[in-house]
């Protein structure tokens, strides 16, 4: 059985930095892309970056572009989100997810698409 484990979130001040990182386990393991989604109180869940495994190209939303950064290790099958000039808006539960095919790069924009998920980290941003 496949399992995600995100870990690195917290309460930090506007402005503050954070490290997420999400560790993949399980031999049936079988990814081609990481996503990192995040959902906020009374809203609902929204794209944030993605990786790819094997060229590890990235894919931004608009709201987080030039501040937050993903990476992965493919010998430790765990990716990053390093999140910087963290904003109050930003302040959200964030999940990491895996997708086992990637037939067309706009699927890692859509929750739905990806088939494993992690239990989440809360990320607070204080003013």
């Known amino acids: 059985q496949v399992q995600l484990v995100e870990s690195g979130g917290g309460q930090v001040q506007a402005g503050g930095s954070l490290r997420l990182s999400c560790a993949a386990s399980?031999?049936?393991?079988?990814?081609?892309?990481m996503g990192w989604f995040r959902q906020a109180p009374g809203k609902e869940r929204e794209f944030v970056a993605a990786?790819?495994?094997?060229?590890?190209?990235?894919y931004y939303a608009d709201s987080v572009k030039g501040r937050f950064t993903a990476s992965r290790d493919n010998a430790k099958n765990t990716v990053y989100l390093q999140l910087n000039s963290l904003k109050p808006e930003d302040t959200a539960v964030y999940y990491c997810?895996?997708?086992?095919?990637?037939?067309?790069?706009?699927?890692?924009?859509?929750?739905?698409?990806?088939?494993?998920w992690g239990q989440g980290t809360q990320v607070t941003v204080s003013s």
């Open positions: 997810a895996s997708k086992s095919t990637l037939d067309d790069r706009v699927q890692v924009f859509v929750a739905e698409n990806y088939d494993v």
């Open positions: 399980g031999r049936a393991f079988s990814s081609v892309a």
């Open positions: 990786i790819t495994w094997r060229t590890s190209s990235t």
